[in-house]
């Protein structure tokens, strides 16, 4: 887990680990606080023999294991095993009980084509970029997708454009929002896409698509300029002066520091990247 929990109950020598989002719980409460943090992720085959054994020999609470059991014998609800869950352990209040319960009944109504993008979308929000492109992905290519309002095919495809932006993959990015924009007519989707010329410094490009779309020279320098602010963003500000500072080290010993710090941030450079590439 990302962040330190007081753990009152038994703590598991082997964890269990939640595929999709790449998460190890070695608690009851552990688990409750993902329910809390992953709503939306939470999908009907959560409910596992895997989890139960688990809960029964890793976490020692045997006829809790028992009670979920049952519930997966009888074809039960995926909001009454997390409830089962969360009475347990009384990790969390029962405002934020209610909460997480209300929310799983409510996708428990939605299709299985409107749960997928939920999560979709969700996982995008988390910046785990690389599992929200395989779900755009898997909704696109599903049965469901053919009967689907273009409108909101092409809103899929323009969070697809997006996560692949997010990851500087701009020619992906403009493959998709063109797609989009084929289906949901949206400004927005012509938008993103002439942002991606612009990241790909591709500026006949960024022209020809602009002049297809209707923009004249002062709304094509909006854009540029839209751009141009983007990227003089607070971060991007941030590094710019320790760059300035860096570069003012003198001697040979600032020659060392200065080696250390440049390697530093690529190295932090690198170790963000993995992160929102991480599935």
Not at 67 to 72: E, K, N
Not at 98 to 112: G, N, Q, R, S, Y
């Amino acid at each position: 887990m990302s962040e330190l929990l007081l753990c009152k109950e038994p703590i598991a020598a082997m964890p269990y680990y939640i595929d999709g989002v790449s998460v190890n719980v070695y608690s009851l409460e552990e688990l409750c606080y993902y329910f809390m943090n992953n709503i939306y992720l939470i999908e009907r085959d959560f409910m596992s023999e895997e989890l139960c054994t688990w809960i029964e020999k890793e976490v020692g609470r045997i006829r809790l294991a028992d009670r979920l059991r049952d519930i997966m014998r009888t074809n039960g609800k995926l909001s009454d095993f997390v409830r089962e869950i969360i009475l347990e352990t009384g990790y969390c209040t029962k405002e934020e009980a209610e909460h997480i319960l209300d929310v799983i009944a409510e996708m428990e109504e939605k299709t299985d084509f409107e749960c997928s993008k939920i999560r979709a979308d969700r996982l995008m929000e988390r910046q785990k970029y690389l599992s929200s492109i395989y779900e755009y992905r898997h909704l696109l290519e599903s049965e469901e997708a053919k009967q689907e309002n273009p409108v909101t095919i092409g809103n899929i495809w323009h969070n697809l454009g997006t996560a692949y932006a997010r990851l500087f993959l701009f020619d992906e990015a403009a493959n998709c929002y063109e797609e989009a924009y084929e289906k949901n007519q949206s400004e927005e989707s012509v938008k993103e896409l002439l942002m991606c010329y612009r990241c790909r410094h591709d500026e006949q490009g960024f022209i020809r698509v602009a002049l297809e779309h209707g923009y004249d020279d002062t709304a094509m320098q909006a854009l540029r300029n839209e751009a141009s602010m983007a990227s003089r963003g607070e971060a991007n500000a941030a590094l710019e002066e320790q760059l300035e500072r860096i570069a003012g080290y003198m001697g040979e010993e600032a020659h060392m520091r200065k080696q250390k710090e440049l390697r530093d941030i690529i190295l932090n450079w690198k170790d963000d990247y993995r992160r929102i590439c991480r599935m």
